[in-house]
């Protein structure tokens, strides 16, 4: 039986499984090869590696685990449960299964995109989710924020840190409730809650927002705010703690309320950085490493 099952070969889960193979754990990682910023051109805010491309990163991390008794297998979870021998088995999409004493679940999460024609080829170029991962590159620029919902306001007041220029676009038709415009309306950022045709731009830059009654307002670049779903179900199959506000449910040492399971990375945090899901991947190795000593510890 294997020490750890990862499921997840991002930041967070390869950041654990270095940690683990340094303690000379016996450890799979599996990674269905779907990174949240697969589109992204450059990843930042992470401490020496600011700026470089995502894969990248992620090509580094998985040459760095070869000394250690890591393996790595490209593959999709299926399915995962308490197995009645102890420890935990985990089926594949190929039904083949894998046993594991302990589980570190490092899935992340998706972004929910706009259906707005003309997204796709600005996507990771000129339209971004994240300010703090690109809001620098655009800076001074005129930026739009394609949200709605409660947390709309809030977006666009964000991105003043990196623009005075900024337009709110709700494309719902009804727009923030009254506070949450008068917030706006003080901080110079501009509302459209008419619908929005299509995003024109040209090789990868945005160049206009067009709206269906026909006019348009120039931009450079959009980021969005709709929300994120999980990339599965593993969580709620074994029982965790989770609901839609929060994800998953961690404790300080990202450790969830089943025993033996433990999230790290954007799965069950509000802070979606690499960098953090990095961090939090290595806090829950050493806390998997500790309880595995606790287990084998005679008396």
């Not at 990862?6 to 754990?25: E, F, T």
């Not at 809001?135 to 409660?150: M, S, T």
Request: include cysteine.
């Amino acid at each position: 039986m294997l020490d750890v099952v990862i499921v997840g070969g991002g930041p967070a889960g390869l950041s654990a499984a270095l940690v683990l193979g340094r303690c000379r754990r016996r450890v799979v990682v599996l990674d269905a090869g779907r990174p949240r910023n697969a589109t992204s051109h450059a990843l930042h805010g992470f401490l020496t590696r600011d700026g470089v491309p995502p894969l990248e990163l992620l090509t580094i991390a998985r040459e760095q685990l070869r000394p250690y008794a890591v393996e790595l297998v490209d593959a999709q979870v299926a399915a995962a449960r308490r197995h009645e021998g102890g420890g935990f088995e985990v089926e594949l999409d190929d039904a083949s299964r894998l046993f594991a004493r302990r589980l570190l679940l490092a899935t992340g999460v998706t972004d929910r995109l706009p259906e707005v024609e003309g997204f796709g080829p600005l996507y990771g170029k000129s339209a971004h989710h994240c300010p703090f991962c690109d809001g620098w590159e655009w800076r001074d620029q005129p930026l739009v924020a394609y949200a709605r919902g409660p947390g709309a306001a809030d977006f666009a007041l964000l991105l003043t840190s990196w623009s005075r220029d900024v337009l709110l676009c709700t494309d719902d038709g009804e727009g923030p409730p009254p506070d949450d415009a008068a917030r706006l309306a003080r901080a110079g950022v501009a509302l459209r809650v008419d619908r929005v045709a299509r995003l024109d731009g040209h090789r990868g830059r945005l160049e206009r927002v067009v709206f269906a009654r026909g006019d348009a307002v120039a931009r450079r670049a959009l980021f969005f705010h709709l929300g994120t779903g999980s990339t599965g179900d593993l969580a709620a199959q074994l029982g965790c703690r989770c609901d839609d506000e929060v994800g998953v449910h961690t404790g300080p040492r990202e450790e969830t309320s089943e025993p033996g399971v433990w999230v790290a990375g954007d799965a069950s945090k509000d802070v979606l950085l690499a960098i953090v899901a990095a961090a939090e991947g290595a806090k829950a190795a050493v806390d998997i490493h500790r309880s595995l000593l606790r287990e084998d510890s005679p008396g």
